[in-house]
């Protein structure tokens, strides 16, 4: 009898515990949840503008209910002074709670990034809804514009964008930005954040031009109508503000410095006058810090291996001991190359340190850090960075010879 | 409850190690001031290997062959002085239940249920903790070992999946802004460990080489706790320091393959050991008040600090400013000092004075 209540009491324990079956159960269901799945920030006469797309979970958007379906995503844009501000007008709107934690995307608009974006962070990370790793972008023009992208039937346009930037996995020119690694740049003054651009060319310009930029997805829409959304480019932060934009061979410049290059293919010239086309299998970059002649130097080795995935010369040309070394030298001078462009743009031009040197710096040198940190701006553009990088050809591919053309 | 049985070193250890690796989970940069990474890094590893200075009234008791506790010390003296003893002790414990039970009621209403009223659930858990607190000390040492187990091997999966987030650009020069901020985190560190005090109480209750039983709790805590901040700082970073609970906010980092959100695993970890902690702390406090008061009254005190601990919290609950009063360093800075420092040197001062002279 004794132990009968007890496990009676226990179940009782557990049903109450349950938090499905306690408290204000009604407005949780996901039924009664709008699930948010992008924001898009930007600047409005009011404060600020925010664009969500959220998941259409209305009956008509079922296939199976037998009814025609509706879109897979709505879009609403609400003026308020505050992201949890805009998230209650959200609610009240439609009627239903907002559900942030399946949220893919926070795109911050051209002009709003260009006045600073710090103050707009908070929601990001004090909400417990919310996830520090969320990707974070900046808008060529509008926020909206990419909120509100159509990329066809049955694509959720804000998972589709998230998949563009995570492809940073196997293209070296994209950058992928969590917001926590954002955060952490914007804490420090010395350094600078940089986060993906998304452009979106509309349908009507779609037809007229072929997409530009890194990556990027367009799908066939009702009436053959597509928008497309590519990365095209990177845009730069100093502190928590927009200042400029830099290309994609620049970015990959940025990714090799700051060791996140995974994947991916680069083209080039070889000394011989034909091209070849690597594939990163690996790649190491590893910054090493020294003072030389009261002035900090940075010496960035790169250990790189690569498979070679196609090479335009002769399909008669096979390729010995010594090509492989010249196509291994070429490829160290073009990873030199995009190295050495990022740092003249980000650095000597922009004084805008992307790369965490002034980290590695504080890390390794702290008191010369210490007496110069407040000229970090200057004396950036003053240290020596150099080079060393090297090339492992792993692999030709199947075949020694390559296939130029013939068929 | 069982006031006579015993318990291994291994299964109290265990439940030691559980009880302040919970603390080290709670960590809340909010008790802090402004410091670099690699400093409470480095603050937190020697607070953790100094804890030992402050455990020498432990040690003195180890050397008794006899294995009196520190209320059998005071026993010497006299009587009264015991059951003074054991109040105070009862008081630290007591705190200590508040505080777990309190920093569980701010993690749960802000990150489990954070648009609910988390009443029922405190009500429910502290009511559930009784029961586990009056089954006795055995029962809640099997329970803490296997709450560890879990523990452990939920951090290693945690870990393990963080490797390829670790930079080590985040850590900063050591001691890059002086000295004070780390050595109030260490201080923060060893102040928070009032497990010496359970020790001192439960010396009779244990079974096998409690200076093995310490050296092996005081290692894997140093190096459990060493491990876990260098995670957290080479992968959050200095945003770490902008989250309430940066554990947590590491583990949201965490994913294996298509499983996204580890954290949630650390949770339910979290709760449970909370819940052994706190239950741990009632035990204490109702074994000591047995002993020295009336035993007949063994569940009553049990269920009477159960319900002290919803009244107070449902008065701490009304603000913030009461929570940061009630668990801020400087109270418990005053609890350790009395309670784990000095109140066990004077015990035992006294009664090897009292020895002396009765020789």
Not at chain 1, 38 to 49: C, H, P, Q, R, V
Not at chain 1, 174 to 193: H, K, M
Request: with cysteine; glycine share 6%.
């Amino acid at each position: 009898m004794k132990k009968a209540l007890k496990i009676i009491v226990l179940l009782l324990t557990l049903t109450v515990l349950l938090s499905g079956c306690s408290g204000d159960i009604k407005s949780l269901e996901l039924k009664n949840r709008i699930v948010i799945q992008g924001i898009g920030l930007d600047k409005s006469e009011n404060g600020l503008s925010v664009s969500f797309q959220t998941l259409n979970t209305d009956v008509s958007s079922n296939p199976n209910s037998g009814s025609t379906p509706s879109e897979v995503v709505n879009y609403f844009t609400v003026e308020s002074s505050s992201v949890s501000e805009a998230l209650d007008k959200l609610a009240e709107s439609t009627g239903m709670r907002a559900m942030i934690s399946q949220n893919r995307i926070v795109v911050f608009g051209n002009e709003l990034a260009k006045s600073g974006v710090s103050a707009f962070l908070d929601e990001f990370v004090r909400d417990a809804e919310s996830r520090e790793t969320i990707l974070l972008a900046v808008a060529e023009e509008k926020a909206e514009d990419v909120i509100y992208a159509k990329l066809g039937e049955n694509v959720i346009p804000a998972r589709k964008t998230e998949q563009i930037i995570e492809s940073a996995e196997i293209n070296f020119n994209i950058a992928e930005v969590e917001a926590y690694r954002f955060i952490n740049t914007l804490g420090d003054s010395a350094l600078s954040g940089f986060l993906p651009m998304l452009r979106v060319e509309k349908s009507e310009e779609k037809s007229s031009g072929s997409s530009g930029g890194s990556g990027g997805d367009g799908s066939e829409k009702k009436g053959g109508e597509k928008d497309v959304i590519t990365v095209c480019s990177t845009a730069v932060f100093k502190e928590d503000k927009l200042i400029t934009t830099v290309e994609s061979d620049i970015t990959a410049g940025i990714l090799w410095i700051t060791d996140r290059v995974e994947k991916g293919k680069f083209a080039f010239e070889t000394e011989d006058g034909y091209n070849v086309t690597a594939d990163i299998v690996t790649s190491k970059t590893r910054v090493k810090t020294d003072i030389v002649d009261s002035r900090p130097r940075f010496t960035i080795k790169v250990n790189c291996s690569v498979v070679c995935s196609e090479i335009n010369d002769s399909v008669y040309s096979k390729k010995n001991t010594a090509d492989i070394k010249k196509i291994s030298q070429s490829a160290e001078n073009e990873i030199k190359q995009y190295i050495e462009n990022s740092i003249n743009k980000c650095i000597m031009e922009e004084g805008a340190d992307v790369f965490g040197f002034s980290s590695r710096l504080k890390r390794c040198e702290p008191s010369y850090y210490k007496e110069n940190v407040s000229d970090w701006n200057t004396s950036m553009k003053q240290t020596d960075y150099v080079t060393d990088i090297s090339v492992k050809i792993k692999r030709v591919g199947g075949s020694a010879a390559v296939l130029n053309g013939r068929t | 409850m069982d006031t006579q049985s015993k318990i291994s070193t291994g299964q109290f250890f265990s439940l030691l190690l559980l009880s302040r690796l919970l603390s080290t989970l709670t960590f809340m940069p909010s008790y802090i001031g402004t410091i670099n990474t690699s400093d409470c890094l480095l603050a937190v590893s020697a607070g953790s290997a100094l804890i030992p200075l402050f455990c020498i009234p432990v040690f003195i008791l180890f050397k008794n062959k006899q294995r009196r506790s520190i209320l059998d010390e005071a026993y010497t003296v006299s009587p009264v002085f015991s059951k003074i003893v054991s109040v105070i002790y009862v008081i630290l414990f007591i705190y200590y239940a508040f505080i777990t039970l309190v920093r569980m009621n701010l993690f749960v209403a802000t990150i489990v249920f954070p648009d609910m009223n988390t009443s029922l659930f405190v009500i429910v858990s502290v009511a559930a903790v009784c029961y586990a607190a009056s089954l006795g000390l055995e029962p809640l040492g099997r329970a803490g070992t296997i709450t560890l187990a879990l523990f452990c091997a939920s951090f290693v999966v945690i870990l393990i999946t963080l490797i390829d987030k670790v930079d080590m650009n985040y850590l900063s020069p050591v001691l890059y802004d002086g000295v004070s901020s780390p050595i109030e985190v260490a201080v923060s560190v060893v102040i928070r460990t009032i497990e010496p005090a359970a020790i001192a109480v439960l010396i009779p209750r244990i079974n096998g080489n409690l200076k093995k039983g310490f050296t092996v709790w005081i290692i894997s805590y140093f190096v459990i706790v060493t491990t876990i901040f260098f995670f957290l700082m080479t992968t959050l970073g200095n945003s770490s320091f902008l989250q309430m609970f940066p554990v947590h906010g590491m583990a949201v980092l965490s994913n294996i393959g298509l499983f996204e959100r580890l954290d949630i695993v650390l949770t339910g970890v979290w709760i449970i050991s909370a819940f052994i902690k706190i239950g741990f702390m009632i035990y204490l406090s109702a074994n000591l008040l047995e002993r020295s008061f009336k035993r007949e009254y063994k569940n009553y005190y049990i269920a009477a600090i159960g319900l002290l601990l919803i009244v107070l919290l449902y008065f701490e609950s009304i603000s913030l400013t009461s929570f940061q009063y009630i668990t801020s360093l400087t109270a418990r800075g005053i609890m350790f000092a009395a309670v784990v420092v000095i109140l066990p040197s004077a015990v035992l001062a006294v009664s090897k004075i009292k020895k002396r002279v009765k020789k």
